[in-house]
């Protein structure tokens, strides 16, 4: 049995934390564009603000239990092919603030004032106030450069580990 180079340790940790990095992405990036794109899709209606709070939580993906994170709650109602609707939904993906981003986001949305709602043609029960194009192909993008590093960075480890094994 070799003893590992010390050489070779660097590029697999990189190799390690890279390809981790980009198969981490790659799998964000696909969970976002499955969610559904909310982009030419959804149509606009007009809609009026029944409510508008803060909600304190904690993180969804939350490593530390004492962190604290806010999101704004707008309750609103919308009609559509005659039928009413009501929502939450600020944006479409859910998102975490500070204290302050969340209150200054809440504070738009005036309880009593006319609102546009985008909806889902398909779903009218789904709708959301900020209709925002989604950046999965950024995100998938920098996960396929990271995993390409990474498959990279493991090719370069086993070429300084062989070398070195040869040279013995």
Same mark, same amino acid.
């Given at each position: 049995?070799s003893n590992i180079? =010390? &050489?070779?340790?660097? =590029?697999?940790?990189?190799? $390690? ?28 209606? #007009? &809609?009026? !603000?029944?409510?508008?709070? %803060? ?7 939350? /490593? @530390?239990?004492?962190?604290?994170? *806010?999101?704004?709650? %707008?309750?609103?109602?919308? /009609? ?8 939450? +939904?600020?944006? *479409? @993906?859910?998102?975490?603030?500070? +204290? ?6 809440? +504070?738009?949305?005036? =309880? ?8 889902? =043609?398909?779903?009218? @029960? #789904? ?13 998938? $993008?920098? &996960?396929?450069?990271?995993? !390409?590093? &990474? ?15 040869? $040279?013995?």
């Open positions: 049995m180079n =010390p &050489g070779t340790l660097i =590029p697999l940790l990189m190799a $390690i934390l890279a390809g981790g990095l980009g198969c981490a992405l790659i799998v964000i990036s696909w969970r976002k564009k499955r969610s559904g794109p909310i982009t030419g899709s959804w149509l606009p209606v #007009q &809609g009026t !603000v029944i409510s508008s709070e %803060v909600k304190e939580h904690r993180p969804i993906n939350a /490593n @530390d239990s004492n962190k604290t994170v *806010f999101s704004p709650v %707008v309750h609103y109602q919308y /009609n559509c092919s005659g039928r009413l609707y009501s929502g939450f +939904r600020v944006t *479409f @993906d859910t998102v975490e603030y500070s +204290r302050t981003k969340a209150e200054q986001i809440s +504070r738009q949305y005036i =309880p009593g004032n006319s609102v546009t709602v985008y909806y889902d =043609p398909t779903h009218p @029960d #789904q709708a959301v106030l900020e209709c925002s194009r989604n950046n999965y192909p950024a995100v998938f $993008i920098t &996960g396929v450069i990271s995993l !390409v590093l &990474g498959i990279t960075s493991f090719c370069m480890a086993l070429l300084i580990f062989w070398l070195g094994n040869s $040279i013995h």
